[in-house]
Every structure is written in structure tokens, then in C-alpha cells.
């Protein structure tokens, strides 16, 4: 008798090896097409400090921020949803507005330390940095996060060196978008074994006035699947096959339609399945309610998307 994932992989939308991204960190944008803008990008990061105690790290980057700073959150893994908006973050997060320096504070009654430096760091499109660049957080000393791409800097050694290293890994990013078109464009890995793909979300139609728009999805410059009748379709899902996962995608564009400009917001989601690939991703999460751990960590991308008004 067949697997259940293997019944899932056969009737998956199946994204081909050959259409996968190259060394690019840009997305894939037809020269015809303006992408809408990111203001925001929050990253949550999970960390094991020991098999007792695991912690959500959240960034938060942000086009309003001085000087293209950031705010970080740390809180105890289980009192917030990986997959929550990053919004429920927000109330306990620090800011750190400064291109260069390192704060202590207090969360979950544990010592957090970041140390960061953002004076030569590159954009791209957004507020998040791409190149030169590093931020160190340390929790009860051990090292609980790292990214960017100064690990050879002495500075950078000489930090990473005193502590010792738990294990860390990117388990939810949500991008924010606004702007006049229904056009988002992001890159993403889906698992460290993976490469990164361009991801492009389009909604056309409404450009000419047609009473039926149409929501196109697209990886790697590849189409994967269309929603027609999108004023009628304007929630569902689509299951597909990535890099040897399977992956849920999820739209709600319903405040595009039935909500005033620039109030209503079109929310995408991208999750990978866990171990158990018999259940969808709702019902594993209730399981881990009930106190059944999952088998694997999963990934998620949210776009949430704003249309300005004309």
C-alpha cells in the first residue's frame, strides 16, 4: 500500500529542478512589471539552549526606522505561534535605531545580549540588509543567533568564540507590502538543503475594469497555477512539491475586494509540511496543543499585502 505522501506528491504541483534560482539574491521581476514596495520584514528564528528551554528570536525590519534599524523580540517558544502575525510581537521588542553597537536587556527571565553592526551593510529592494553585515544575540551566554556575512571579521571571532552555540534555525518570515498594484515579488528557501527560490504573486484584471481578476502565482519565472473568478475564489489553497517537500500555499484576498482602499490587506502563506504528511498543517498544530511534539520543524512565508489608495 502507497504512503499517504506519496499520494500527496502525485497530485502536488511539482516545481522542476530546472526552474530552480540561481546565485541571485533578487527575485524575478518582468521588466513590465513594478513590484510592489516592502516596509516591513520580520524573521523568527527559534533557538534550543538546552532540551528544556527553547526561544522565539524575532527581527523586525522596518522602512520607518532611522537609519534602517531593526527591533528584536525573545520570548519562550510555546507562549507564541511561529506562524503568529508578527504584530503579537510587537509590544515587548526593542528597538535598536543605531548602525553600530550592542544592548542588554531582560525577557523570559533570562540575560539577552545583541551586538550588531549595520554601517556598511547593502539593500536591496527593502529594509532588510542583504550584504556586510552581522547581528550576534546572545541569551544567558550562549549564542542564540547569528546571520549575516561577516563571520570572518576578528570582532565577529572574537564574540562567536566565548559562547557556546545552540542550535538555530528560520521557521517564519512575514513580508509587508503596499502600493497601487496587487504585484508581490519575494525569494525564499524552503530548507537548509534547498536552494532559494523567486516567488511572484500577481493579481491582473483589475488594471481594465474587469469583474473577474485573476490571481497568478509563479516560482522561479515558472507559472505554477492560476485562480480565476478570484471575486468568488477569494480564499482557498494549493498543495506543491518543492525541493522533495510539500508545500501548502494559502490566499486570502477577500479585503481586497469587500474593504475600503488602504484598510483591507491580502494575506499569502507558504508552509512547508512537517514529518507527519497524513494530516494537514492545522491539524499538526493542534496536535502540538494537545502536547504531541511534530517530527520536524516547519517553515512559513506570509505576504500580507496592502493596495494604496490611487
Known amino acids: 500500500m502507497r504512503s499517504i505522501a506519496t499520494c500527496y506528491s502525485e497530485h502536488a504541483i511539482k516545481v522542476s529542478d530546472s526552474y530552480c534560482s540561481g546565485p541571485s539574491r533578487q527575485p524575478y521581476l518582468s521588466p513590465n512589471l513594478i513590484p510592489s514596495i516592502p516596509n516591513s520584514v520580520s524573521c523568527i528564528y527559534k533557538a534550543r539552549l538546552s532540551p528544556q528551554k527553547r526561544l522565539l528570536v524575532t527581527l523586525t525590519w522596518c522602512s520607518n526606522f532611522i537609519g534602517q534599524g531593526f527591533a528584536i523580540n525573545v520570548c519562550v517558544d510555546g507562549n507564541v505561534s511561529a506562524y503568529a502575525s508578527p504584530s503579537k510581537f510587537h509590544v515587548n521588542s526593542h528597538q535598536l535605531r543605531d548602525s553600530k553597537g550592542s544592548k542588554t536587556f531582560h525577557s523570559c527571565n533570562s540575560r539577552v545580549e545583541v551586538f550588531w553592526d549595520l554601517s556598511n551593510a547593502q539593500f536591496d529592494n527593502g529594509p532588510e540588509p542583504s550584504h556586510e553585515f552581522y547581528i550576534i544575540v546572545v541569551v544567558d551566554s550562549v549564542l542564540s543567533l547569528f546571520i549575516g556575512d561577516m563571520e570572518d571579521e576578528q570582532s565577529v571571532k572574537r564574540l562567536k568564540s566565548g559562547f557556546p552555540v545552540a542550535k538555530f534555525s528560520l521557521v517564519s518570515r512575514c513580508e509587508q507590502f503596499s502600493g497601487r498594484g496587487a504585484l508581490c515579488s519575494s525569494k525564499v528557501q524552503f530548507c537548509d538543503a534547498g536552494t532559494a527560490h523567486d516567488i511572484l504573486i500577481k493579481c491582473s484584471g483589475e488594471e481594465d475594469g474587469s469583474r473577474n481578476p485573476v490571481l497568478s502565482v509563479c516560482i522561479d519565472n515558472k507559472k505554477i497555477f492560476q485562480v480565476k473568478r478570484l471575486r468568488w475564489n477569494f480564499r482557498g489553497n494549493q498543495t506543491m512539491f518543492l525541493d522533495g517537500l510539500l508545500v501548502d500555499m494559502m490566499w ?54 496592502c493596495k494604496s489608495p490611487d
Not at 275 to 291: I, T
Open 252 to 305: 486570502d484576498v477577500h479585503d481586497w475586494f469587500f474593504k475600503e482602499a488602504n484598510t483591507g490587506f491580502a494575506v499569502f502563506m507558504f508552509r512547508t509540511r512537517s514529518g507527519l504528511d497524513s494530516r494537514l498543517w492545522l491539524e499538526e498544530s493542534n496536535l502540538k496543543n494537545n502536547g504531541n511534539e511534530l517530527v520536524d520543524d516547519q517553515f512559513s512565508l506570509i505576504i500580507s499585502a
